[in-house]
């Protein structure tokens, strides 16, 4: 509606690690979550854990904590990037995203970078959309 303000709702859980920087671990505008990166840091320990699988694992349950933090869960992603210190894991990170998502998949990119916070292997961030329902795959 025009002159409606547009409200923003920040998501945070003790589930998925704290922001360590000037960012909040999502965003909640209307029915869209904006969900920051995250890397496979425990959110106990605050420590990464060991290993490109483990952390593949680790970004995905803590993905999965700030989805449902805001209401959704990782079936709600629409759009998934990936940030990958070495390609040559690009298989690996595929066998374990499905066991984290179901078919329709989101849109996703996987890119290869330099370096990463912490010294991390992988990073992930997303958009979800809450309430969309099923999708329609013509």
């Known amino acids: ?6 409200t923003k709702k920040i998501i945070s859980t003790h589930d998925a690690p704290k922001a360590i920087g000037t960012y909040s ?4 505008a209307k029915d869209t979550v904006y969900l920051s990166g995250q890397i496979g840091l425990d959110p106990s320990t605050m420590q990464l854990d060991e290993g490109i699988e483990a952390q593949i694992h680790r970004v995905f349950r803590n993905l999965s904590a700030v989805a449902q933090a805001s209401g959704g869960s990782l079936s709600d992603l629409v759009k998934l990037n990936v940030y990958l210190t070495d390609l040559s894991h690009f298989a690996m990170l595929n066998e374990i995203m499905g066991s984290y998502l179901k078919e329709p998949y989101p849109a996703r990119a996987a890119v290869g970078v330099a370096s990463l916070p912490k010294g991390a292997l992988v990073e992930m961030d997303g958009i979800l959309v809450l309430g969309i329902g099923e999708t329609d795959k013509d």
Do not use: F, N
């Open 1 to 6: 509606m025009k002159g409606e303000k547009m």
């Open 25 to 28: 671990q999502a965003v909640r």
